[in-house]
């Protein structure tokens, strides 16, 4: 199904004028795909959606929460967690505190990831983790750390890639199996976060565009994977520039493998990858 482009503009300005969202920052291609799907999965018109947002807060809420793209893993495309397990979070081993903000953290897993790295260098007890996402259902999910896993053998693959191979002169981690870390029932396909974990990050439900850092403190990682394709270019450059601001030095960006900085603030970090170091 087609939309036209004033249809989409009707959503965002009613979706502004009733709420607190603001799409207007959105990839047009990406929104679109996203407003095929809800008119699919709701079986109703455009037209119809929009009338109904108005007049329903509930059914606005569901609609936003349709929009928002939500895919995370534990230890997804481990190159990245491999080199911050050797190249980044070992300099930050002389902080008293380590501050960290995961934005767009979907259901939590990538901040699990992170926890995990953290307690095997001991840095676990010196971290203030803070994770954001818009969509309050999927911060519940977060906060529980409880995920359903059609394929558990590939979710160990990832994390024996990330946790189990380390050079022989690597002294800083042991080849620790996932069951300190992870329960798994294979009959019902699920993973469970051990409570050594969890309650250690502050699940808070916040818009990144409005691009406003509400901790009143800046951070020694900002994580913002596989969010930032979501959006128009431009809007993403500011993203770029708020990250650069609210970084500590030698302060890290991780963003997803596909995604990347381009123009005048990429002169402003040193790329590794997909980590951006500030400079």
């Not at 939500?70 to 397990?85: A, G, S």
């Not at 259901?107 to 307690?119: A, F, H, K």
């Not at 394709?229 to 030095?249: A, D, G």
Request: charged content about 35%.
């Amino acid at each position: 199904m087609t939309i036209k482009r004033e249809e989409i503009k009707k959503f965002i300005e009613t979706v502004k004028e009733v709420s607190s969202y603001d799409f207007s920052e959105y990839s047009e291609k990406s929104f679109s795909r996203r407003i095929d799907k809800i008119i699919e999965d709701y079986n109703m018109p455009l037209e119809r959606i929009i009338d109904k947002m108005k007049k329903n807060p509930e059914f606005l809420e569901d609609v936003i929460k349709d929009i928002t793209v939500n895919t995370t893993e534990i230890f997804r495309d481990t190159k990245t967690w491999q080199i911050l397990k050797r190249d980044i979070l070992p300099k930050y081993t002389d902080k008293d505190i380590i501050d960290i903000w995961h934005v767009g953290c979907s259901t939590g897993q990538e901040v699990y990831s992170v926890l995990i790295l953290l307690n095997e260098m001991g840095l676990f007890d010196k971290a203030r983790v803070v994770a954001t996402d818009l969509n309050e259902d999927v911060l519940e999910v977060a906060r529980k750390g409880v995920y359903r896993f059609r394929e558990i053998d590939e979710f160990i693959e990832s994390y024996d890639s990330v946790m189990m191979n380390n050079p022989e002169n690597d002294k800083t981690f042991k080849n620790t199996p996932y069951q300190k870390y992870i329960n798994i029932n294979r009959r019902r396909n699920t993973i469970k976060i051990k409570s050594l974990l969890l309650n250690k990050a502050e699940f808070l439900k916040h818009d990144i565009v409005q691009e406003k850092n509400i901790f009143n403190r800046k951070f020694d990682l900002i994580f913002c994977r596989n969010v930032l394709i979501y959006f128009k270019h431009e809007f993403q450059n500011r993203l770029f520039e708020f990250f650069h601001e609210n970084l500590n030095e030698r302060g890290a960006l991780i963003i997803g493998r596909h995604e990347g900085i381009l123009g005048d603030i990429s002169g402003k970090f040193k790329k590794i990858e997909s980590i951006y170091l500030k400079i």
